[in-house]
């Protein structure tokens, strides 16, 4: 019975999948052509990616106008202890039983474009669950919401730029895009630098996912090395024995502005 | 900032920041730099349109700020607020009708004659990675004139990025993700 399939989404598009993925497959290819050309590898994605219909009214027309940065734009908001509970990073905890699905310890590290660490800041993650259903008022998915599970965890990195989150898998989850539209599993993590010009959104996902390159929001990176920055590696030294499989992922934040202009007034 | 230095590692990639944000990103008094009870509190608002005019009821902003004297403050204490410590740093999601709410205070200038001005940050569902704009108070015309980013636009670009005082004291600030008044969106040295 393949009743259910459109309930979710009587205003989707009727793109079908093969619709968007040979939109996809086009604009890859002009990128790849452009590499062949020589122009420099993409790394981050393109903000103008149609085959995301979400993104066709949403994003700027214009080239981003370069800024020098100034004064607050070369400091970060603190956070620390006073803000984030040490207990905040362990997703399993925050209820009276234990949440239904695999655990798992998702740790890395914050570093910036230089290399160095990024300490005593804030990491903030939200996922769905085992059944790829969000505790979102918005979110219509008909599977099963874990009454142990809510899915927001916090943490503040240590002095080596170290993170650690205890949580579940999420489960891959369908939305809007077009029909029969699926987002690979993915925990959506918040980040910020030393400078605010650091700040960043982005999203974690699974090595192996099969629905890879089939979603238009992972694809909207054309780089495929960019890609790949995205996606976890599964870590046996953080797999703990009889408790949890573990992952690791690093994160890179663009380069501090303020560290070498500093440097640059100092030789003056 | 021609011997801007080279990366060493390669950032990682931005993505949007979804629908489903809403139960976890929000927090109490998250935009409320101030007590509304401050003696020099100010309303920051205004709304955020898409392409064609219509209100983006899911984007989440955030400013970042200098005190009232121009200091960048260093302080813990934005996600637990306290009611008395600025730490200059705010967020909010926007309301159903694209709308958003700051109570903060004007930052001073940085440096003396230094245009003041408010960073901000915007995070949408359909926007694949974060915008950075600033937000200028419109008081001080001759810091206006002076300063470098606004020197380097047009008139119709300068006046996206330049907030309305308004008569109960308010500022505002329409927010265009696209179109013809499209907000002046910024890049900044070092991201790849
Ligand atoms: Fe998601």
């Known amino acids: 019975m393949s009743a259910n399939t459109n309930a979710l989404d009587p205003a989707a598009t009727t793109a079908t999948q093969e619709e968007i993925s040979a939109e996809i497959s086009s604009t890859h290819e002009d990128y790849r052509q452009q590499l062949l050309a020589g122009k420099k590898a993409e790394t981050q994605p393109r903000v103008d990616f149609a085959p995301y219909r979400s993104s066709l009214l949403r994003h700027p027309t214009k080239n981003l106008h370069h800024a020098d940065p100034e004064t607050i734009e070369l400091y970060s908001p603190a956070f620390g202890q006073r803000d984030v509970h040490a207990l905040e990073s362990d997703l399993t905890i925050q209820h009276n039983g234990e949440p239904i699905g695999e655990r798992i310890v998702v740790s890395g590290r914050v570093l910036d474009g230089d290399g160095r660490p990024v300490a005593g800041q804030l990491v903030e993650i939200w996922q769905a669950n085992a059944a790829g259903r969000y505790v979102h008022k918005r979110d219509q998915h008909p599977a099963p919401i874990d009454p142990n599970f809510t899915g927001v965890g916090r943490a503040i990195t240590g002095a080596n730029g170290e993170y650690s989150f205890t949580t579940i898998k999420p489960a891959p989850y369908p939305w809007k895009n077009h029909h029969n539209a699926w987002r690979p599993a993915h925990i959506h993590f918040s980040l910020f630098g030393t400078d605010f010009t650091q700040r960043m959104i982005t999203q974690m996902y699974f090595p192996g996912d099969p629905l890879f390159a089939l979603d238009p929001i992972y694809q909207s990176i054309t780089d495929q090395d960019a890609r790949d920055r995205l996606v976890a590696t599964y870590d046996h030294s953080i797999t703990s024995h009889e408790w949890a499989t573990g992952y690791n992922w690093d994160i890179v934040l663009t380069g501090s502005n303020r560290t070498w202009m500093e440097e640059e007034e100092g030789e003056h | ?192």
């Open chain 2, 1 to 192: 900032m021609t011997n801007t230095p080279e990366l060493k590692l390669t950032p990682t990639p931005g993505q949007t920041i979804g629908p489903f944000y809403g139960y976890a990103l929000p927090f109490e008094k998250d935009n409320e730099l101030v007590n509304h009870a401050h003696p020099n509190s100010v309303r920051l608002h205004g709304v955020v349109y898409d392409g064609n005019g219509e209100v983006i009821p899911d984007a989440l902003l955030e400013i970042w700020q200098a005190d009232e004297d121009g200091n960048v403050v260093s302080r813990e204490g934005s996600l637990v607020r306290d009611g008395y410590t600025f730490t200059g740093w705010g967020r909010t999601a926007v309301n159903n009708v694209g709308g958003y709410n700051f109570t903060t205070v004007n930052p001073g200038a940085t440096d003396q004659g230094k245009a003041p001005f408010i960073m901000l940050t915007v995070f949408a569902r359909g926007l694949l990675n974060r915008l950075f704009t600033r937000i200028y108070l419109p008081e001080d015309a001759a810091a206006l004139a002076n300063d470098p980013l606004l020197a380097s636009l047009s008139e119709a670009e300068r006046q996206t990025l330049i907030a309305t005082r308004e008569a109960d004291g308010s500022l505002r600030l329409d927010i265009r993700l696209q179109g013809e008044d499209e907000t002046v969106f910024l890049s900044y040295p070092r991201e790849s």
